[in-house]
């Protein structure tokens, strides 16, 4: 029920991921990611608590295979999950349980890994390798460009109705959480509209964060 593409961005160091699926608020459940550390997405029948679970492995010193492998032997269902990981340095690692749902493929590439299930066919998943390592530019921006390929590539076997696109880079936050819970017709298009308002603030808003007498004015009724 979701397709999603991992990633990181070797010239900053953010680590992000996007992602689709026909079930409501898929940004609220799948994406798990640890500044510094790594990104992992838990879905098909989806316990949230491996994406944590994962990444304090991770976070230990363990290489994505086998802190997927320690996260799976806690949970008694783990042949109805599917992860991806990718760690700080680009590596990568999947599973896919015998109970994954429909059509699923996993794919792996420079510095990105890409999975799904109830997918349209296979090429969904390798369209958004592909386009995720010919784009440019900044890494949420990338992320949702391969999302959007494998929409266009087929995406899910029915019609999808949320996505999100999540990023990390030296903060305890996210510079990117931008979700799209419930669309009746176009999550992926409605999440890129999203992105192109939130990437000339986003900047502004770090600022904020790190310290605001350097702010910018926030442009509101009483910010005068």
């Not at 991921?17 to 992992?40: D, E, K, T």
Request: charged letters at 20%.
């Amino acid at each position: 029920m979701t397709f999603s593409v991992a990633a990181r961005c070797a010239e900053s160091g953010q680590l992000g991921i996007a992602l689709s699926s026909s079930s409501i608020a898929v940004g609220a459940r799948c994406p798990w990611l640890l500044a510094g550390v790594g990104a992992v997405s838990s879905q098909n029948i989806t316990l949230p608590a491996l994406g944590p679970m994962t990444l304090a492995h991770l976070e230990a010193g363990d290489l994505p295979e086998a802190a997927l492998r320690k996260a799976l032997a806690e949970d008694n269902f783990s042949q109805y999950r599917q992860l991806t990981v990718i760690d700080a340095t680009g590596k990568t690692a999947a599973f896919s349980g015998e109970k994954t749902l429909g059509t699923h493929h996993v794919a792996e590439g420079l510095d990105c890994i890409a999975a799904g299930n109830m997918l349209a066919s296979k090429a969904v998943i390798n369209a958004m390798v592909t386009a995720f390592q010919q784009s440019r530019g900044e890494l949420a921006g990338r992320l949702v460009t391969a999302l959007r390929a494998g929409l266009q590539a087929g995406g899910e076997a029915g019609p999808v109705h949320s996505a999100a696109v999540k990023v990390v880079d030296d903060y305890s936050w996210p510079v990117v959480d931008l979700r799209i819970d419930w669309s009746e017709s176009d999550p992926v298009g409605e999440l890129e509209a999203l992105w192109l308002a939130w990437e000339p603030q986003m900047q502004a808003y770090q600022v904020r964060a790190l310290d605001p007498r350097e702010a910018p004015g926030y442009g509101v009724p009483g910010d005068e």
